[in-house]
């Protein structure tokens, strides 16, 4: 860990940690779920037909997402888990820039806190340096994009800002994650398994025709975490899930690598590769959906890693990320981000203009 650009101190500096949010609730699923899908960035049409759609959407999965919330204890964990690590990556911070007064907020994009909450909140604090820093690991315009995007347009405060745009081979976050896997493999002792790196899969043609660089970067997390974690090139495998509606999403599946698992006669240990935090996603379809599909079909044993949390490498990496980019301007990955150049990459984009 170095501590490069504390060029001076006595700063003010926010640090506006990004995620999707979740429901407290009950009663607030259905608002979080007209929220997600009123997104331009995930239903692109014109605004009234988004809206109508939302709104359909959203009566419609109301019950059986309260039932899937209801699982966890009636809403989502994802806040209470941002915030512990909030807590922490302001605990390394300190200690790192001990003349800073640096204070980390939260923004969630569908649920509170809401962006448009966090930004005033972030302008009462007066800032002279802002770090925006999503909690996606690997940029996607369904993620990164529309939580930068609603930032930019409802902040206005005080505060040069800079953007973290990814970090999909940052050193502590994937060592966090190899680690999680050895302890996996260990649990398993001699049973013969394959390891299923899960990402939320996206629609493809959002990589083929909008050049979102999603894929690539989800790749790169994968051969990163396998060579650390020692594992053959056929012991590991990638795969998508949270697959809706009729479009064709990137692949395989993860039900159909659980399926190839069952042919093959192994077991699975399933890693969360697109997830820093618990929630419905991995809590409830990997735990529980995709774990009875596994019961059915054979696969034993089956075996998640947790998602990072505040594993202290992690941290680590996100510390890292903040001090790396206070001395810079605009939007730059923290580690290695983009290999190809994607039309829907920021960071490729601004080089294109330089």
């Not at 448009?116 to 820093?133: H, K, N, Q, S, Y």
């Not at 002792?189 to 979102?212: C, Q, W």
Request: hydrophobic share 40%.
């Amino acid at each position: 860990m170095t501590d490069v650009g504390q060029t001076r101190s006595g700063r003010r500096i926010a640090i506006v940690l990004f995620n999707l949010g979740g429901p407290d609730d009950q009663a607030s699923v259905k608002p979080f779920l007209f929220n997600l899908f009123n997104d331009p960035a995930i239903i692109g049409l014109p605004g009234i037909f988004r809206t109508a759609i939302a709104r359909l959407i959203s009566s419609r999965r109301e019950t059986s997402a309260q039932a899937n919330y209801a699982l966890m204890g009636g809403g989502s964990p994802l806040l209470p888990e941002t915030r512990r690590q909030t807590e922490a990556l302001g605990a390394v911070l300190a200690d790192r820039l001990p003349g800073d007064e640096v204070r980390a907020f939260i923004a969630m994009r569908y649920w509170h806190p809401l962006t448009e909450e966090t930004a005033v909140d972030v302008a009462a604090f007066a800032p002279d340096e802002i770090v925006l820093l999503p909690l996606y690991p690997q940029f996607s315009t369904t993620t990164t994009e529309s939580s930068l995007k609603r930032w930019h347009e409802v902040y206005a405060g005080s505060g040069q800002s800079r953007t973290v745009c990814c970090y999909p081979q940052g050193t502590g976050w994937i060592q966090a994650q190899a680690e999680a896997v050895r302890q996996k493999l260990a649990e398993a002792g001699d049973a013969a398994v394959r390891v299923l790196f899960s990402a939320h899969g996206i629609p493809e043609m959002l990589v083929t025709r909008k050049g979102d660089p999603y894929q690539e970067q989800v790749e790169a997390t994968c051969a990163a975490i396998a060579a650390a974690a020692g594992l053959a090139p056929d012991a590991w495998t990638l795969c998508y899930q949270s697959r809706v509606g009729p479009m064709k999403w990137l692949g395989p599946s993860t039900p159909d690598a659980i399926k190839q698992a069952a042919q093959d006669g192994v077991g699975a240990i399933v890693v969360p590769v697109a997830f820093v935090s618990e929630h419905i996603e991995t809590l409830v379809e990997l735990d529980i959906e995709y774990g009875e599909l596994a019961h059915e079909l054979g696969v034993s044993p089956y075996l998640r890693t947790p998602a990072v949390g505040v594993s202290p490498l992690f941290v680590d990496t996100l510390a890292d990320a903040v001090i790396e980019a206070l001395p810079r301007q605009g939007v730059a990955p923290h580690g290695p981000g983009c290999q190809g150049r994607w039309k829907a990459c920021p960071y490729q984009c601004q080089r294109k203009a330089a």
